[in-house]
């Protein structure tokens, strides 16, 4: 005898919902949610707007800049923030590869994607994780969030996006921002609560008020942790290109959608390569600077 | 001059989620054990009195856990009391509202601690302006001050270094600097020469003894160190688990410890060096060449007598007039440790 024949009815076959009710809860949702999107869609779109104003308006700058210039320009910030001029001579020697397989202008598109919406994760980021650092509460709200944007799969919330945004550059770069900004916000949040409580004392000792502690003590001790986290946003958007091209947004990952759609083999990996390549860069100059920024905790001697 | 004494009455701390439950039970008498074996909460300070004199260093020491670095804490308020009260210019810091406390912290006090606790991220000049740049001092004129009060603690040239390119002396000494910048009546030092080597420590004593020789600020100073508290103290205050168990000058001390613990502490100490030689003169003069002012320790006082070969010295005040009179014998006397103890 079984153990199957022991046991009642419900134990064996899962008790499910119906299956009207199912479909009727799964419409039910959908619907209100269509209705939310005709009711709201246009207010929505108009809050992006100046969004979507600036990240046209930036994609138009670096398409809009003579090639030469622009290396010039990209060379420089490299120096500014790495200070090695091995990496300058890198670059530019990239940029030129990049430009000459014909990449140019794929490319200055997924650099604006990127540099804009690296700029919007670092603007509520920070903030964000200032305020979780501040209460263990909005700590214990936002951490869970955090979690669900990091592992949903992408696929799902751009369903949403797109039925609020349609198709076009804001909704990927919100799909690349929900995917990129847990790093900052979780790295400012756990740079601010490691700093030193001695020194903490100190600077309230001295009266300190909460804001000048925040801005004179936390965050400039904070500052490498932080930067740590910047730099896994960027990355983090960079790896987001792909499936951002899927919902419109334009540049080296819709090559790469391309190539996947029609097995362009050499196609997708030129665009993939060139991915790699700005990664690089930025991943390189972003440690160094941040290495750089704390430069008054390395020389130690008795 | 105005009065900066500070007094510390009836003050209590227990650590816990509910400290103000148990006052009552503490002060029926239940001991810091039992609070904690029954009811999870840690008796701090229990009954804290304190007078600390305007203008003089009013040492408090213990080992540790004896509740030192939490009475300190209570002056500027970085931990709030459970009951009493600490009155400094007939105000009740413990009872200032949030902005008074920060004028307070900013104008009236200064801390120098154990580990230090400068800015990493900034220089020397940076973190000795730190407190008075929270002022609101300009910039031109907070790096004057700063950089006065880094020459007097001897750190000429090292302005632009950062905390950790220092040893520890020098950077207690930033620390030092940093406090004395804020040209606060009240100095609060927490173990402040604990984690410094011997001879360090001894070099920073130094310097402290110098420059409240001209500043006569109210300094508490925290310490385990029962010579370092003789030397410095011109009070004392001894506390265990959290309670006073003796106060006092460095001789009353010496001379009468309150119970077994304070004498075993005393045993080892140089009498020589803290016992003044007021305390053993006879009220008559005697018509002696060598001549002693008041105050000096008896150490001073047989050094004197032993090198003009003589038995006998007059003890005078500050103008000159002979009060009193020693003897070589009593001040061997005084300097060797009673059997009783």
Request: aromatic share 6%.
């Given at each position: 005898m079984s153990l199957k024949e022991m046991l009642p009815e419900y134990m064996i076959e899962f008790p499910e919902m119906g299956r009207a009710d199912l479909r009727d809860l799964k419409k039910g949702i959908d619907q209100s949610f269509r209705t939310f999107t005709r009711e709201n869609g246009e207010a929505i779109e108009n809050f992006f707007y100046p969004l979507k104003m600036f990240m046209v308006w930036f994609e138009k700058l670096l398409l809009g800049t003579p090639w030469p210039l622009m290396i010039l320009v990209l060379c420089l910030l490299v120096w500014l923030g790495a200070r090695s001029i091995t990496m300058v001579i890198g670059t530019a020697i990239a940029l030129l590869v990049i430009g000459y397989l014909g990449m140019w202008e794929d490319t200055m598109r997924t650099l604006a994607l990127v540099s804009v919406s690296t700029f919007v994760c670092i603007a509520i980021g920070i903030p964000v994780g200032i305020l979780m650092s501040k209460s263990d509460r909005i700590q214990a709200v936002i951490v869970p969030i955090l979690d669900i944007m990091q592992t949903i799969p992408a696929f799902v919330y751009l369903i949403p996006v797109l039925m609020l945004l349609g198709i076009g550059k804001v909704p990927g770069l919100i799909a690349v921002c929900i995917y990129a900004i847990p790093p900052v916000v979780r790295l400012t949040n756990l740079g601010i609560r490691l700093v030193d409580k001695d020194v903490l004392e100190a600077a309230d000792a001295f009266g300190a008020s909460p804001r000048q502690k925040m801005m004179q003590v936390q965050l400039p001790l904070a500052l490498p942790n932080l930067f740590a986290g910047v730099n896994q946003t960027i990355m983090m958007a960079l790896a987001m290109v792909v499936v951002a091209s899927l919902i419109g947004a334009h540049g080296l990952g819709s090559q790469v959608l391309k190539a996947v759609n029609n097995q362009y083999l050499t196609l997708g990996m030129m665009n993939g390569l060139a991915i790699v390549t700005i990664a690089i860069v930025f991943d390189r100059v972003s440690q160094k600077f941040g290495k750089r920024l704390q430069k008054h905790s390395e020389k130690i001697h008795g | 001059m105005a009065d900066n004494s500070i007094e510390v009455k009836g003050l209590y701390k227990i650590f816990g989620p509910h400290g103000e439950k148990y006052i009552q039970m503490v002060k029926d008498g239940m001991s810091k054990d039992e609070l904690n074996a029954k009811?999870?909460?840690?008796?701090?300070?229990?009954d804290i009195n304190i007078k600390m004199p305007s203008a003089k260093i009013q040492v408090i020491m213990g080992l540790s856990g004896s509740g030192k670095s939490t009475m300190i804490r209570h002056i500027n308020r970085l931990i709030e009391p459970t009951v009493g009260e600490v009155i400094y210019q007939g105000q009740d810091i413990c009872k200032m509202s949030k902005s008074d406390l920060l004028a307070f912290r900013r104008h009236k006090t200064a801390m120098v601690f154990q580990k230090f606790a400068l800015l990493p991220h900034r220089t020397v000049i940076n973190n000795t302006l730190f407190g008075i740049e929270l002022q609101g001092v300009a910039r031109a004129e907070a790096e004057e001050r700063a950089r006065h009060w880094l020459s007097r603690v001897g750190l000429d040239g090292f302005e632009d270094n950062y905390p950790n390119q220092l040893s520890g002396g020098m950077q207690q000494r930033v620390g030092l600097a940093r406090a004395l910048t804020n040209d606060a009546d009240i100095l609060l030092m927490d173990?402040?020469?604990?984690?410094?080597d011997p001879l360090i420590r001894m070099d920073m004593q130094t310097i402290l003894l110098e420059l409240q020789d001209e500043l006569h600020k109210t300094i508490v100073f925290i310490t385990h160190d029962l010579d370092e508290a003789l030397r410095l103290g011109d009070r004392i205050a001894i506390l265990r688990d959290g309670e006073v168990i003796q106060q006092g000058t460095g001789q009353d001390i010496v001379l009468n410890p309150a119970d077994e613990y304070i004498a075993d502490f005393v045993k080892e100490v140089n009498r020589g060096r803290v016992i003044k030689v007021d305390t053993i003169m006879s009220p008559t003069a005697p018509a002696a060449s060598l001549q002693i002012p008041t105050g000096s320790s008896l150490e001073f006082a047989a050094k004197k007598l032993t090198d003009s070969d003589i038995s006998e010295a007059a003890i005078t005040d500050t103008s000159g007039t002979p009060i009193g009179g020693i003897t070589m014998k009593a001040v061997i006397d005084a300097m060797v440790t009673p059997a009783t103890h």
């Amino acid at each position: 005898m079984s153990l199957k024949e022991m046991l009642p009815e419900y134990m064996i076959e899962f008790p499910e919902m119906g299956r009207a009710d199912l479909r009727d809860l799964k419409k039910g949702i959908d619907q209100s949610f269509r209705t939310f999107t005709r009711e709201n869609g246009e207010a929505i779109e108009n809050f992006f707007y100046p969004l979507k104003m600036f990240m046209v308006w930036f994609e138009k700058l670096l398409l809009g800049t003579p090639w030469p210039l622009m290396i010039l320009v990209l060379c420089l910030l490299v120096w500014l923030g790495a200070r090695s001029i091995t990496m300058v001579i890198g670059t530019a020697i990239a940029l030129l590869v990049i430009g000459y397989l014909g990449m140019w202008e794929d490319t200055m598109r997924t650099l604006a994607l990127v540099s804009v919406s690296t700029f919007v994760c670092i603007a509520i980021g920070i903030p964000v994780g200032i305020l979780m650092s501040k209460s263990d509460r909005i700590q214990a709200v936002i951490v869970p969030i955090l979690d669900i944007m990091q592992t949903i799969p992408a696929f799902v919330y751009l369903i949403p996006v797109l039925m609020l945004l349609g198709i076009g550059k804001v909704p990927g770069l919100i799909a690349v921002c929900i995917y990129a900004i847990p790093p900052v916000v979780r790295l400012t949040n756990l740079g601010i609560r490691l700093v030193d409580k001695d020194v903490l004392e100190a600077a309230d000792a001295f009266g300190a008020s909460p804001r000048q502690k925040m801005m004179q003590v936390q965050l400039p001790l904070a500052l490498p942790n932080l930067f740590a986290g910047v730099n896994q946003t960027i990355m983090m958007a960079l790896a987001m290109v792909v499936v951002a091209s899927l919902i419109g947004a334009h540049g080296l990952g819709s090559q790469v959608l391309k190539a996947v759609n029609n097995q362009y083999l050499t196609l997708g990996m030129m665009n993939g390569l060139a991915i790699v390549t700005i990664a690089i860069v930025f991943d390189r100059v972003s440690q160094k600077f941040g290495k750089r920024l704390q430069k008054h905790s390395e020389k130690i001697h008795g | 001059m105005a009065d900066n004494s500070i007094e510390v009455k009836g003050l209590y701390k227990i650590f816990g989620p509910h400290g103000e439950k148990y006052i009552q039970m503490v002060k029926d008498g239940m001991s810091k054990d039992e609070l904690n074996a029954k009811y999870g909460h840690v008796l701090g300070l229990k009954d804290i009195n304190i007078k600390m004199p305007s203008a003089k260093i009013q040492v408090i020491m213990g080992l540790s856990g004896s509740g030192k670095s939490t009475m300190i804490r209570h002056i500027n308020r970085l931990i709030e009391p459970t009951v009493g009260e600490v009155i400094y210019q007939g105000q009740d810091i413990c009872k200032m509202s949030k902005s008074d406390l920060l004028a307070f912290r900013r104008h009236k006090t200064a801390m120098v601690f154990q580990k230090f606790a400068l800015l990493p991220h900034r220089t020397v000049i940076n973190n000795t302006l730190f407190g008075i740049e929270l002022q609101g001092v300009a910039r031109a004129e907070a790096e004057e001050r700063a950089r006065h009060w880094l020459s007097r603690v001897g750190l000429d040239g090292f302005e632009d270094n950062y905390p950790n390119q220092l040893s520890g002396g020098m950077q207690q000494r930033v620390g030092l600097a940093r406090a004395l910048t804020n040209d606060a009546d009240i100095l609060l030092m927490d173990e402040a020469f604990s984690a410094l080597d011997p001879l360090i420590r001894m070099d920073m004593q130094t310097i402290l003894l110098e420059l409240q020789d001209e500043l006569h600020k109210t300094i508490v100073f925290i310490t385990h160190d029962l010579d370092e508290a003789l030397r410095l103290g011109d009070r004392i205050a001894i506390l265990r688990d959290g309670e006073v168990i003796q106060q006092g000058t460095g001789q009353d001390i010496v001379l009468n410890p309150a119970d077994e613990y304070i004498a075993d502490f005393v045993k080892e100490v140089n009498r020589g060096r803290v016992i003044k030689v007021d305390t053993i003169m006879s009220p008559t003069a005697p018509a002696a060449s060598l001549q002693i002012p008041t105050g000096s320790s008896l150490e001073f006082a047989a050094k004197k007598l032993t090198d003009s070969d003589i038995s006998e010295a007059a003890i005078t005040d500050t103008s000159g007039t002979p009060i009193g009179g020693i003897t070589m014998k009593a001040v061997i006397d005084a300097m060797v440790t009673p059997a009783t103890h």
